[in-house]
C-alpha cells in the first residue's frame, strides 16, 4: 500500500533552517509529481512546493520563494524540503503529498519557529 512517512521537523529559532524528508512507498516514486503542504492552527492547509517526476521543474508558494527548495531523489524515492532563513509564519505541520488515482498524504511533521 502506498505510505509516505515525513521526518526532519522540530523547532527552530527564527533564521534557521531545516530539511524535511518524505520516505515513498507502495508505488512507482519515480513517475509522479510530488508535493510538500502545510496546515498552521486555525488555517487551511495550503501548497508550499511541487516538483515533477525528474525533478527538472518545481513550483513554490509565493511566500516561501527564494528560502525554500524542493527537490528529490528517485534512488531513495525520497523528497526533499530545504527551508532556509525560518519565519515565525512558517511554524505549521508540513505533509508529504502525491496524487496518484486518488490523493495520498504522509501523517504531517510539526515544524515550529519560535525564539
Known amino acids: 500500500q502506498v505510505q509516505l512517512v515525513e521526518s526532519g521537523g522540530g523547532l527552530v529559532q527564527p533564521g534557521g533552517s531545516l530539511r524535511l524528508s518524505c520516505l515513498a512507498s507502495g508505488f512507482t516514486f519515480s513517475i509522479f509529481k510530488m508535493n510538500w503542504y502545510r496546515q498552521a492552527p486555525g488555517k487551511e492547509r495550503e501548497l508550499v512546493a511541487d516538483?515533477?517526476?525528474?525533478?527538472?521543474?518545481?513550483n513554490y508558494a509565493d511566500s516561501v520563494k527564494g528560502r525554500f527548495t524542493i527537490s528529490r531523489d528517485n534512488a531513495k524515492n525520497t523528497v526533499y524540503l530545504q527551508m532556509n532563513s525560518l519565519k515565525a509564519e512558517d511554524t505549521a505541520v508540513y505533509y508529504c503529498?502525491?496524487?496518484?488515482?486518488?490523493?495520498?498524504w504522509g501523517q504531517g511533521t510539526q515544524v515550529t519557529v519560535s525564539s
Open positions: 516538483i515533477n517526476n525528474t525533478g527538472g521543474n518545481t
Open positions: 503529498n502525491a496524487r496518484l488515482l486518488k490523493n495520498f
